[in-house]
């Protein structure tokens, strides 16, 4: 078996894995993890971090000398993640500020899974496995090692949706949103930890102030929200250029890169 075939037969395998793994005892793990800790926030880390086994087995295995650190992209300084993350959302947290009020009852459980649980596991699973080790360890580039992962980014918030109209809307703001999730964790070294902290600061405001009932918003919610988009691409080109860092992505790197895949 070559070297291609045996990356993308274990690298699909292990993910179907994690999959229906997670699709079919996800909730059982949540609930019987509730009921031991009396916790409903670490049951979902706990559910979390279980259903991540196959990932994690699934990396070894084809990088058995790598770190799983390197291999998640947690191995990257936190604290460059949470200043570019506080900065760049600032016009969400000041526009929501302005035009929103405070939710009156916000229960800390559900704002932690909301929030820091969910950014933090979904961007490990969906930009770090899915998306990054086919765009850093293979010759896939931009747009094909990101196309699958963010197709399925935007099924999984499909649940916010209750007509059609929502369901595209939904759609194309979850799957524009992994696309920039994906391009600044590639843009900023491979940093997942900027693409964590935005993804926490962006779900954090929307929970904490009367926005929307769902990622689809209105007027102004949205309008802050692509304020802060801008401020986070312009922010990321100003830094490279001055810092005379190459980019990551680029029109030779769109959809094909040189090189084979890595062991």
Avoid at 65 to 71: A, D, F, G, R, V
Avoid at 118 to 139: C, K, Q, V
Avoid at 150 to 175: N, P, R
Avoid at 243 to 261: Q, W
Wanted: glycine share 4%; net charge positive; aromatic share 20%.
């Amino acid at each position: 078996m070559s070297k291609t075939v045996y990356f993308y037969t274990v690298f699909i395998l292990g993910f179907l894995t994690y999959y229906f793994f997670d699709l079919f005892c996800f909730k059982t793990i949540q609930n019987f993890s509730k009921e031991t800790m009396n916790n409903k926030a670490i049951a979902h880390v706990i559910a979390y971090s279980v259903t991540l086994i196959p990932l994690i087995l699934t990396a070894k295995l084809l990088f058995p000398k790598k770190k799983l650190s390197e291999l998640f992209s947690v191995d990257k300084p936190i604290f460059v993640g949470y200043v570019v993350a506080c900065v760049t959302t600032l016009p969400m947290l000041i526009g929501y500020f302005l035009f929103f009020h405070l939710v009156k009852d916000i229960h800390f459980d559900s704002l932690f899974i909301n929030t820091a649980s969910s950014a933090l596991f979904e961007e490990i699973i969906f930009r770090a496995f899915l998306i990054g080790i086919l765009y850093r360890y293979t010759g896939m580039g931009f747009i094909t090692s990101i196309l699958f992962g963010s197709l399925l980014f935007a099924q999984v918030h499909l649940y916010q949706s209750s007509d059609t109209k929502e369901i595209i809307e939904i759609l194309s703001i979850t799957f524009l949103g992994s696309i920039l999730f994906a391009w600044i964790y590639f843009e900023w070294n491979f940093n997942l930890w900027i693409a964590v902290f935005v993804h926490f600061f962006m779900n954090l405001y929307w929970e904490i102030f009367a926005v929307s009932d769902n990622v689809s918003g209105n007027l102004y919610g949205n309008i802050f929200k692509f304020l802060s988009v801008l401020l986070l691409i312009g922010i990321t080109i100003y830094y490279k250029k001055k810092k005379k860092i190459p980019f990551n992505i680029t029109m030779k790197s769109l959809f094909l890169k040189r090189g084979e895949i890595e062991q």
